[in-house]
């Protein structure tokens, strides 16, 4: 089996080794001439605190409460939670043609920082080492609740992907069942780590450094990459060198190595487009409340959905909503131009 993949501007699929799940990546469709949709790109001059903002500091949220005049970062229980920790269990089942249940969970919302106009490539490292001490704080804390299985801690970044307030923040979602991305990934790592007792992940970051196609970032602790098998064009991955299984095993200089290649990441998809890049981001790691699972390997998905520029984007339709994904820029072309990237802000020169 050949070890360097040649296969030029041939169509070909590749297997996500965390779901078993393939993706079509088609090389030879980056030369089409595009005859898509363009946008005009939104301004982006928001104010340092906005009197209107339910997430700035002092303010009164839509249930009432007043904001503390928090000086780094900020955590409380959603307003409108998607999931309610006083959910009875309750199952139903017709005939096994009508099945379903109820979720109990706690949902939290976390401001990243009392500035209303900076996202976290904007911050200071020092400020993004805040918003991960408190990411692992209420990691720690939820894990404590006996009924809750998964946390999921997570960031939607821009109007495009859905976020409703622009006042940088993400969630943390905990909940009494698995979700189905987690159940998939428990599938693969689990099948791995018991035929080699070694996490998917740990080999894996091992031949992405040797083969440095696709590294965009790295320092002691972390690597950031785009994966062999990225669905969307600019997708990528942080991940931790050592086998971690979740963000309480993080210690001092992980967590400060985590603020440094978080803010790097960041920064360039920034600058890719010269925009504030938005993106759906999240950290997949060890259920809890389940035992030891030394077959989970910590590490952060980035899904962006921009495309060509700032102002167009992929959609996953037709044969990737009735089939598999499909892309036509190819990881690796995808991991050199973040690499190309400046590490200092747009904004900042």
């Known amino acids: 089996m050949q070890s360097t993949l040649n296969f030029g501007d041939s169509p070909h699929t590749r297997v996500n080794i965390l779901t078993g799940e393939k993706v079509l990546v088609s090389p030879h469709r980056s030369k089409r001439p595009w005859q898509g949709q363009v946008e005009d790109l939104p301004g982006d001059n928001r104010p340092e605190y906005d009197p209107q903002c339910y997430l700035c500091p002092t303010n009164k949220r839509a249930d009432g409460d007043i904001n503390p005049d928090y000086k780094e970062s900020f955590v409380f229980v959603n307003d409108f939670s998607a999931l309610l920790k006083d959910t009875s269990q309750q199952e139903f089942n017709e005939d096994e043609l009508f099945v379903a ?51 999921q801690i997570f960031e939607n970044k821009g109007a495009i992907m859905g976020c409703s307030n622009p006042h940088p923040h993400g969630q943390i979602w905990s909940q009494n069942h698995l979700p189905v991305e987690i159940q998939k990934e428990c599938v693969q790592q689990q099948q791995y780590f018991n035929k080699y007792q070694r996490t998917i992940l740990s080999d894996y970051v091992k031949a992405e450094l040797r083969k440095e196609e696709r590294i965009i970032d790295e320092n002691d602790s972390f690597v950031s990459l785009v994966p062999f098998w990225a669905a969307w064009p600019y997708e990528t991955m942080i991940v931790s060198k050592r086998s971690i299984q979740n963000i309480a095993g993080f210690d001092e200089k992980e967590k400060t190595d985590f603020a440094a290649i978080l803010k790097l990441l960041t920064t360039r998809y920034d600058n890719l487009f010269k925009t504030s890049f938005p993106y759906s981001a999240g950290m997949h790691q060890a259920p809890v409340n389940d035992g030891d699972h030394p077959e989970w390997h910590w590490h952060m998905h ?9 102002t167009v984007k992929k959609f996953m339709v037709g044969y990737e909503m009735l089939a598999n994904p499909q892309r036509d820029i190819t990881p690796e072309v995808a991991a050199e131009q973040l690499r190309n990237c400046s590490t200092v802000h747009y904004k900042a020169k």
Do not use: N
């Open 101 to 151: 249940e109820t979720e109990r969970g706690i949902c939290k919302v976390i401001a990243f920082t009392p500035r209303h106009d900076l996202t976290l490539p904007e911050m200071d490292q020092a400020a993004i080492k805040s918003v991960i001490d408190l990411w692992q704080k209420e990691f720690v804390e939820l894990s404590k609740v006996d009924w809750i299985k998964y946390i």
């Open 302 to 310: 980035f899904y962006p959905p921009l495309l060509r520029s700032a």
